[in-house]
């Protein structure tokens, strides 16, 4: 495999895991809940953005009680825990299916960077 080729499979597979994790229906569903959170403490999501995302006060007081609201929304929801954890399942499961690609990526960054090392050396700089 190329080193083109393996940096493509880098590539693909965090572009899966980005496209799974925003499909995935526990994901889905504490987005859902965390803007359902938000509602009931009367902040609106702007419709202007695909992402959801609240609409900003410009008072900065009211900015500030708003970002506080926000995070207790998530933690109450458990937002993050359940994108990470969703992350990381699809990780796993690309990186054990496309192991042999990352060994190959692992084995030339080593050959490089000893590579660089004896240049280094032949230079007369201790790395």
């Given amino acids: 495999m190329s080193a083109t080729a393996e940096t493509a499979v880098l590539s693909e597979v965090s572009g899966q895991v980005t ?3 925003e499909e995935d229906s ?9 803007i359902q959170c938000l509602n009931d403490q ?3 999501i702007d419709p202007q ?4 995302l609240p609409i900003i006060p410009d008072d900065k007081e009211a900015n500030i009680k708003q970002a506080l609201v926000d995070v207790q929304c998530k933690q109450d929801v458990r937002l993050m825990e359940r994108y990470f954890d969703a992350q990381a399942q699809y990780e796993q499961a690309l990186i054990e299916k496309n192991q042999a ?5 692992a084995e030339r960054k080593e050959a490089y960077l000893s590579q660089a090392r004896e240049v280094l050396v032949q230079n007369g700089v201790t790395p």
């Avoid at 526990?26 to 965390?34: H, L, P």
């Avoid at 690609?101 to 990526?105: D, Q, R």
Wanted: hydrophobic fraction near 45%; charged fraction near 20%.
């Fill in 19 to 21: 496209y799974l994790v």
């Fill in 49 to 52: 953005y695909e992402e959801p």
């Fill in 101 to 105: 690609a990352f060994n190959t990526l």
């Fill in 42 to 44: 009367g902040i609106q």
């Fill in 26 to 34: 526990d994901v889905k569903a504490a987005i859902q809940e965390w």
